[in-house]
């Protein structure tokens, strides 16, 4: 095994090198545009990662073989401290970061000053990725009984249940919510390895949510027993490896999301991806942008809250996050009967069984393993979201099989007395009369009531038997033209009916149930009328489009709140106050221009309107689609 890895990691080092050289040389092109700067930069930080640790493989690598040769010299450790923390004090500066150094001019001991120089840069770089933005990182060394240095940040510090793994090998890898110390699992088990092989010690003082503070005691040698090195100066490659590996796990925080009243009005299905890497997260939201409306979640505990405000239609997210790993934020979802229809794909780098079943059991309904394709990423998105339309279809159509079966019995039952309730109070009022005003007032009172009850009944009927009469050309003018007059008694006193049949040199015609189509035009029209209001204005426009026939209907009322707006076409859902609406009208539209091969979407935002327009096949091009199956 261990000879494997100083194999891996030497083969690996140099395709890894002919993939950086050219990306620099690339990033100094001055043509370059400022996305493919920002991808090839990722990159290139991915890039320098990967190579600390292979770095950090074949150190270990060589250590576990005994094959790691010290080469011991008099060094100034004052001087080495001092060079170690210079790559970092700009940025540090930037950040506003006190840096403190306790250092004495001068304090020599015997050591390999390479290494003892990777000891620090690791210590540093951890120090200054988990300070925070003005905070305090201070570095110090002093002579006792032994030769002392320290790297101490302010900061959350250390979860106490993992103090006692921060020096194995891989062992944040197997926490999934402590991703804090340590990127890879390798950076601290080095820097022990090595101060071992110096006969020295390396301990942790954690106080969380105040400071954690890496101390190591060396051994005191005579100077004189070893000769004189000069203080080490880490290469350019080195470095940048040390200082991208010291940059935050989230450097850019995420996207603030769209407004929510964006987001309800654009046909995208909206993607909640949740990763803590900031690299990837941008990555795949620029990929993906075109097909979502993406918003951003840094861990598991902001994608929660974000899910619990927008009610994504779909998650992404990855496993080992910090504050709440994938699996809690996925278990935590799918308990929420707000949230639990939403596909949850969970991306991680652990692929075994293990975690997939772990995985399933929370309710994840797939898996992507690190590293992916991204046409994978897209089309296991899409396939999820064609499962959830597949799923909500068959609810609804069970829902309306229900709703059939009960209509069907209550409507009939109804009727039938309710018809001799009506056929009795109509003579009642001509008896009474001017005679008796008082009484004739009652009786249309209770009229008025009977035919409200009849008007429900037969909606409820039309919603079962919508779309099953007999099928024919329709004048789609004409048949609008029938639902304005029936409704024109509603707008003498207001509002503004206005009929936008103007440009159509032929009338546009489809095929199928002129009176189911009627309908339509009533029912949208009526609703309309409703919205404006005595003031406002409604307006109906017929016209012809290529192969389609377009109707809309648009009042210039209140608007639909956007929150709203996916619920408007479900059964018994409705606006209105009570006693005023029964939920079925858009229902009824929905269903029968469905049946028509067409489909029917609303534009609204709230104070301006609405406008439903129903788009319909013309009747050539339904019929040539008929011969053609034919």
């Not at 004090?89 to 004495?104: G, T, Y």
């Not at 959350?156 to 991703?179: L, N």
């Not at 996050?321 to 799918?334: H, S, T, V, W």
Request: glycine content about 10%.
């Amino acid at each position: 095994k261990t000879q494997f890895f100083a194999n891996a990691s030497h083969e690996l080092r140099t395709p890894l090198t002919l993939m950086l050289l050219p990306v620099e040389s690339l990033l100094s092109s001055p043509g370059l545009s400022p996305e493919g700067r920002e991808k090839l930069d990722g990159v290139l930080r991915g890039g320098y990662r990967l190579l600390k640790l292979i770095n950090d493989l074949l150190d270990l690598s060589k250590i576990e073989a005994g094959k790691m040769q010290l080469r011991m010299g008099t060094v100034d450790l004052a001087k080495l401290l001092d060079e170690v923390t210079r790559s970092w004090r700009p940025m540090l500066s930037r950040r506003e970061v006190a840096l403190e150094l306790q250092l004495p001019p001068s304090l020599l001991l015997v050591a390999d000053g390479e290494r003892l120089e990777q000891v620090a840069l690791n210590l540093v770089s951890n120090a200054v990725k988990h300070v925070p933005d003005g905070g305090r990182l201070s570095l110090g060394a002093r002579q006792d009984t032994w030769v002392r240095f320290w790297v101490e940040n302010s900061g959350e510090g250390i979860d106490p249940a993992e103090v006692g793994q921060v020096f194995e090998r891989f062992g944040q890898s197997s926490k999934a919510k402590g991703r804090r110390f340590g990127t890879t699992g390798l950076g601290l088990p080095v820097v022990k390895d090595l101060v071992e092989l110096h006969s020295g010690s390396i301990t942790v003082h954690n106080e969380p949510g105040k400071r954690v503070r890496f101390e190591v005691k060396l051994p005191i040698r005579q100077a004189n027993e070893a000769p004189q090195q000069s203080t080490p100066h880490p290469s350019r490659t080195e470095l940048r490896q040390y200082e991208i590996d010291s940059q935050s796990p989230t450097p850019r925080a995420p996207k603030p999301p769209a407004p929510a009243e964006v987001e309800s009005s654009s046909e995208r299905p909206v993607l909640l991806l949740v990763e803590d890497n900031a690299d990837l997260r941008t990555f795949l939201t620029q990929a993906l942008q075109d097909d979502y409306q993406v918003i951003e979640a840094g861990d598991g505990a902001a994608g929660l809250k974000l899910a619990r405000e927008r009610r994504p239609d779909i998650v992404l997210s990855d496993l080992m996050m910090p504050e709440m790993d994938g699996m809690d934020l996925c278990r935590a979802l799918k308990a929420d009967p707000q949230t639990s229809g939403a596909p949850f794909v969970l991306l991680t780098a652990r692929g075994d069984l293990t975690t997939k079943l772990e995985g399933l059991d929370t309710g994840a309904d797939d898996f992507l393993v690190k590293p992916f394709h991204l046409s994978e990423v897209q089309g296991r998105l899409r396939t999820q979201l064609r499962i959830r339309r597949m799923s909500e279809q068959l609810s609804h159509a069970e829902k309306l099989v229900a709703l059939g079966t009960v209509v069907a019995g209550v409507a009939h039952e109804v009727r039938n007395p309710l018809n001799g309730i009506i056929n009795a109070l109509i003579p009642v009022k001509e008896m009474v009369g001017g005679s008796a005003p008082e009484v004739a007032e009652l009786v249309e009172l209770a009229l008025g009531a009977a035919r409200r009850v009849e008007l429900l009944t037969l909606r409820l009927l039309q919603q079962v038997r919508a779309g099953e009469s007999t099928q024919s050309d329709v004048d789609v003018q004409e048949n609008v033209s029938l639902a304005i007059q029936l409704l024109q008694h509603k707008s003498q006193a207001g509002p503004r009916l206005v009929a936008d049949f103007k440009g159509n040199a032929v009338s546009p015609r489809v095929f199928g149930d002129s009176s189911s189509l009627n309908q339509v035009w009533v029912n949208l029209i009526d609703n309309a009328i409703h919205a404006a209001g005595k003031s406002g204005t409604v307006r109906v426009s017929v016209r012809g489009e290529g192969d389609q026939v377009l109707v809309e209907v648009s009042d210039d009322g209140p608007g639909i709140p956007t929150q709203l707006q996916k619920r408007i076409f479900d059964p018994f859902f409705t606006t209105k106050g009570v006693g005023e609406g029964t939920g079925l009208g858009l229902s009824v539209v929905r269903q029968v221009v469905g049946r028509h091969g067409g489909h029917v979407s609303v534009q609204s935002s709230p104070g301006a309107g609405a406008r439903f327009t129903v788009a319909l096949p013309s009747a050539g091009a339904r019929l040539g689609v008929a011969h053609a199956h034919g």
